[in-house]
């Protein structure tokens, strides 16, 4: 049950107690996918994952965006202070819960958001009357390829579910000017808080490794894992644990 | 351009300093109009804007949660924090800016958004590195169906732009449990802070009254509204006036 | 009852739950108004509603700054952040609200208060322990002049309330530097956030359309209205409705 | 000059750079004096030292509300949360030094505000474009009466300078519930946060041994001590010393 | 009970609800003391006092870093803003109170935390499920010299209960570059925020007129004070006074 | 040079742009390791780095309470706020760096603390006038035993730098009542947000498998680490990034 499309006499029948809040970003995914990627992804997975359920999970909007400021230097990087971005995450899973859904998924597409969420969702568990957790589609995957940046996994899932995002006609140029890996490190610190120093173009790792057959495994894979999760998230008790 | 769809090295050839942000809603809008309702309509009158202008105009996307607990006891109705929203909306504005886009039109489909919209697009103005002004699509149009909520205003611009939307099969109950009038006033006083006080289904106004024409007019002049606006807008100063 | 002025015990003896609390500003109001004309056009209307009301109201002492920006440019004009006035009204209503005082009128003077004295009062409809609702004075009188700024309205209140305030002699002045029209306007959005972008000296309207006897029309006809409202807000419920 | 009761015009014709701003609170003084006794006093000695200084000083209107939830189980007391009392302190500071009055003066007439204003004084003096003391009138005569809680140097000072406020035929009464001492204490440790734990009737101390004589000798002696501070302030540097 | 070398499994064994949180500060304290006086000495009188009591009393480890950018000037002085600093204490106290160990004394050793822990615990005992007292140790003693900064009565405790952090050979240094008094005064309004205006070596009073044996008699007296402190505060209600 | 004990008169003769700030925790570490655990070790490689580097490095004193309410179930365990966290850390390092040591390393011994602190950091190198690296000293060792919570890494070090905090009469206890694994999980995705969820005595891994020994090998091997990493952030900028 999408919320966008759907009236609220249509949702007022609906028995469930399941949400999912997909979280993508608005950021540079270099010059082959488009900046609403992780949007676009998250979307999808959450999307998949409702219809795969055997119960009715509500989709609530994507947020659009969100923890990037890491890529302001490309053009057209949007972002949020993290402290904004987890209060509106904080508000939207509270008024899910207001309406009954308080089991809430938060459908991540974004690796800049993972820290922020974890902190939210937990803040949530203890504090609210619901309970929450992040699931990034990407950690839970199994993949011969990297994760990178605008690399093989995020484009492979656009080349299935969003084609006409990727300009196929510049994965060479994309490939060319990608770094081999995120961030520039000194033991096991990333001394590069901004992606520009260690990017030339934005992208990590090589999209040319990916393939629309393989994002549909990916999706599928991801898909299968969040259903999981929803089945696992539907046995925990929404009331906060710390009050 | 669209910020979603793009790629960051487009972005990057693009001469302009004039973006759009619109402002949605997930909101209840009756039996008949879907949650997204105001973020659609917002989405619509930006996107017809940005391509009738003569120059280049950068679409964010929409934001898709806003100022709605006043619809909280309708099931589905989704809402941030005004403070929340505020920051929200001025940390996007920020990262427009950042690029360069540092007059920003908040195309604005909800008015329970209207007033926190002022108040950020007057701080942003005063300190900030940007030029922002507020722009509500229902408030630029001279029709003679009335606003209300889910009403015709609305309705036909969904029934035109996303026709898809509207149940036309629920027309008549929408209209059955309307209300006249928005609010239960004493003097000029509202003393309703919530909507479920004084309409029955959500909806105030007739729907029945608005039609896909009417939709297509009411684009049409508010998308030349905007036009309008956004040439003012590019001859503001983006600098700060207060500091 | 005012505060200011009474004692606690005698306050102690007094049997109701209503309350009202005035809402100024100190800001520049032309060459023949005083900074102050919108707190004491705030109290007079609190006070004369008081005075009327059957049943005993408590005055609360006016609040003297508050949402002033825009007039920053002219001489003295002093103001708060909107966040800041907010904390400070909900507190204030909060404490009378501890007292038993749990329905309380805002009492504004000032345009410019008027969209965050909404939502602090509908904050503290949902989420405290009190009742509360604004009243504008001047949206509540049916006059044949504008209302401007340092207009004929306020001017009226002035001189027949704190006649020894206005500048008679300045009239003619303070209407030759006027403009017509609150704000430069492209459309329905008004483009200058601060007023010395539209008004030389400060003033919109011509204070010489006012005159004393009007402001005693005016004066009755807001506290008529403030009593009708303070019998309406009687009948509401104190209690939170959002928790 | 009071800003209050002046024009703008006017005020742009002052030369000067001294602006005081007195800070009440509304809050129990006993059974014989009212409510607004910190505000009165406050402004009292304000108005007295504005007289007397030979440079034009600026009189920002009183802030009327202040720290005083020590007295909240007593009827009528209002009070707003320390941080809000700041920030609200620090924007008209803000806003008066906007003007080019730059040194403020903080007159204080309550003891539960010392601590914040002392704070907020500070942060003005280090953070922002203004200097700002704060001055507590009766910690600034030297009296043979004791200060208390509506005792007998804020009556004095009533009984002088606002005669009609004071209930002279309730000091008995109100010598009779007070108590001798404020606190509770333990070792120099006041376990008491609130003032019902040891005053019966909210006084401390006995007004019947002020009168209006001493008061009008605590008012020349504050305003002149007043008077000597402005002196002092008018050559501190106004820039941030911090920044 | 030490919490920093505890276990959880002997702390669960603990039949207490009294607490200690001894608070410091990391600033300059001459050319003779360290900066850790404060946090030292705050220290020694906690333990010294948990020592004594009849009751087991929990210690918490020292908050090193509190309110002392008035030292901004000296080299290695740190500082939290005062707003941070009263929210990090709140925590810890309310940590500690989740624990049952709801009566908590702030055994303070700098000046410049009094205000903050005042407010601070008035809040705490108001609004949350514990009671807390400040404490600071050198206005609970009886000395004929003066305490200064980096005076006599600091150097003092330090030369007793932690001697090698005393350069003894800098003492006279320490004297010479002293000044008499603490702040820059007109009246009783002291105008200079920042030490380093009013003490050219950041010392105020003689170190020279304290000793060890002087220091033992501080911490005996301060200890003794403490200890009377945790039997009255033993006795209050943790439950909020305010709610 | 540590703060604590140094004077600053001894700091004003370092030269030097680079600091540590360690950062613990004080909360359990099963019934064998002291709820200073973190503290402790952290303390332990910031010093053992300091003094091996080549040129003088500032040490700080210890944040003691961070980020912990995980371990709220567990007696003694202190906790604050993420965002209070934060806010302490990052005046802290600009304190620091209002010396001229702007180069901070933050020198981690708990978990729990890593995302809040790589957020500050961030942060700091973005907005404020120094450079800040996160550090978590067990990333940063190469060790064949799990790190756990109070397990052998944790335990191997203060069995090397503090041996008489350790328990060892109970470190069958802890093992026997250690979970494997830390978290309740679905897929990667941790179900429990709070640790008496899946441990029974707080203990994650086999605290025998560590040693002195091994200690002394991961001091030395951190110790490295850091100082190798100091090395690096000597050659960052410290001027904010985004501004």
Redesign the interface.
């Known amino acids: 049950m999408e ?7 249509e ?2 029948e609906v028995e469930t107690d399941l949400a999912v809040l997909p979280v993508g970003s ?1 950021e ?9 990627t992780d ?2 992804n998250a979307e999808a997975v959450a999307e998949a994952a409702a219809e795969r359920h055997a119960d009715p999970v ?1 989709v ?6 969100a923890v990037a ?2 890529h ?1 230097r ?11 971005f987890r ?2 995450v904080r ?2 899973v509270n ?2 819960a ?2 009954g859904w308080d089991r809430v998924v938060l459908v991540n597409g974004h690796g800049g958001n993972v ?2 969420l ?2 939210v ?2 803040r949530i ?2 504090h609210d009357d619901a309970y929450a ?3 990034t589609w990407f ?2 995957v199994d993949a011969e390829v990297n994760m990178g940046h605008g690399g093989p996994l995020e484009t492979s899932l656009l080349e299935h579910a969003n084609p006409e ?1 990727v ?1 196929e006609d ?1 994965l060479d140029e994309a490939a060319a000017g990608a770094s081999d890996r995120w961030g520039d490190w ?4 990333n ?1 590069a ?2 992606s520009h120093e260690f990017t030339e ?2 992208v990590v790792g090589d999209p040319r490794e990916g393939s629309a057959a393989l994002g549909e495994e990916l999706l599928d894979e991801a898909a299968d ?1 969040l259903v ?2 929803l089945d ?2 539907a046995e ?1 008790d929404p009331r906060p ?2 009050e």
Chains 1, 2, 3, 4, 5, 6 share one sequence.
């Open positions: 919320l966008t499309s759907s009236t609220w006499t949702l007022a608005t540079q995914h270099g010059p082959h996918a488009p900046l609403g949007t676009l509500v609530a909007p994507a947020i659009p965006v400021e890491e302001r490309f053009t057209g990087t949007l972002w949020t202070d993290e402290s904004t209060a509106y508000d939207v008024s899910l207001a309406h820290a922020a974890g902190e969702a937990a568990v203890r957790a992040p699931f950690d839970e995002t300009r510049r000194q033991g096991r610190v001394l808080v901004d173009n934005g894992a999981a999760l696992a998230v925990r644990t710390a």
